[in-house]
């Protein structure tokens, strides 16, 4: 046998059609002339496309393996290597290497095209964020033409064939080439591939079968969102051209700033400002919290920059159960001005402080002090 075709191609002897179909694209593209113009390289290019125009015909192919050469008058070919003819091999097959398969879709395409996603932003509440709500919006999107429902045409009239494609989406021409008579095909510029035209279009959406509207949509907003979540309404989107199916809308949460709260993900954060005297004694502060209002409790003793923490009190779980918490941080107010009584029970206190007790409690005489000092802070 002259040649080993399987070779030519670099594929095994018991490779399949879509593994020789694919050595020889990849071959193809690399040797085809317009690309490497090197008289080898052609000589090597007429080699690739009668090892393919043999192993892709399962005659051939089974001839070939048998000992036989097909493409030999006697072996029962008939075009000779390299044809191009009759023998099996359309010129598609040099067009699949280089663009695809026959070079993408065939035939006339669809007016009929799915719509584009668009996307929103809503503001909402840390309230909101925190429990969910329900929110009407207001959306400007494409959506099909009433006037002729879609389908682009004027009342009364439809579209028609194009008589330069005959409904075919595009045209053929014929050229020569160093491969002999070669035809290609291209988007028919009457139609622009559609294979038909609209001799009189919507007056409403010219043609295009969709128009711009303003609607109201309801959107539910679960618990738990942050800035930057999205929500998908599958279908609620842009109609397509020709009144095709409508893309998605996204809705993006956006996230105001609370007076009080700092939301770090589900935990939220504030800071009580107390007196020293009620950091010393404690105290209980009114704080209101998501939930209402509440009595944070200051242990004696309590130090400024010391967090106490509300288990539950934060967002709720985007996913899952339970809420985060409402970490209070504190933060001690030392006077910057003090009138002389107010100086003097302070200079009483620090005579005292030799005899200290561990933390949370008082030396004698510390107590009362401090009651005196508490009552003359809060008379100011």
Not at 49 to 58: F, G, I, R
Not at 93 to 103: E, Q, R, T, V
Not at 283 to 288: A, F, G, M, W
């Amino acid at each position: 046998m002259a040649t080993d075709y399987y070779a030519v191609l670099g594929v095994r002897r018991d490779a399949g059609q879509d593994e020789i179909k694919k050595a020889f694209r990849r071959l193809a593209r690399e040797l085809h002339p317009d690309v490497n113009p090197d008289p080898k390289t052609q000589e090597r290019f007429k080699e690739i496309n009668a090892a393919y125009e043999v192993l892709s015909d399962p005659a051939k192919r089974q001839v070939y393996d048998l000992g036989g050469d097909p493409l030999s008058p006697n072996g029962g070919g008939g075009a000779g290597a390299g044809g191009f003819g009759a023998a099996g091999f359309g010129f598609s097959d040099i067009m699949d290497a280089f663009f695809g398969a026959a070079g993408g879709q065939r035939g006339p395409r669809s007016r009929t095209r799915r719509g584009q996603d668009a996307m929103i932003r809503l503001e909402i509440t840390l309230e909101e964020a925190a429990f969910g709500t329900t929110k009407e919006l207001q959306v400007d999107t494409a959506v099909t033409c009433t006037t002729c429902s879609g389908e682009g045409a004027a009342p009364g009239t439809s579209a028609q064939t194009c008589d330069m494609c005959r409904g075919k989406g595009e045209v053929s021409q014929v050229t020569r080439s160093f491969l002999g008579q070669v035809m290609t095909s291209r988007p028919c510029p009457q139609c622009q591939g559609f294979g038909t035209v609209v001799p009189t279009p919507c007056p409403e959406c010219a043609g295009d079968g969709r128009v711009r509207a303003r609607r109201n949509l309801t959107v539910k907003i679960p618990a738990g969102v942050d800035n930057g979540t999205r929500i998908q309404l599958a279908g609620e989107g842009e109609v397509g051209p020709g009144g095709g199916p409508a893309g998605d809308l996204y809705v993006e949460i956006a996230e105001t700033s609370h007076a009080v709260f700092q939301r770090r993900g589900d935990d939220l954060h504030c800071t009580v400002t107390i007196p020293m005297t009620a950091a010393a004694l404690g105290t209980q502060v009114p704080l209101q919290t998501l939930d209402g209002l509440e009595e944070v409790d200051i242990r004696p003793g309590t130090q400024s920059g010391q967090s106490i923490p509300l288990h539950g009190r934060g967002i709720t779980h985007l996913r899952g159960g339970g809420r985060g918490d409402l970490i209070v941080h504190v933060e001690v107010q030392t006077p910057t001005k003090l009138d002389p009584e107010q100086e003097e029970l302070l200079r009483r206190l620090s005579m005292l402080r030799g005899e200290e007790r561990p933390s949370g409690q008082f030396a004698p005489g510390q107590q009362g002090l401090f009651s005196r000092l508490k009552d003359a802070f809060n008379g100011r």
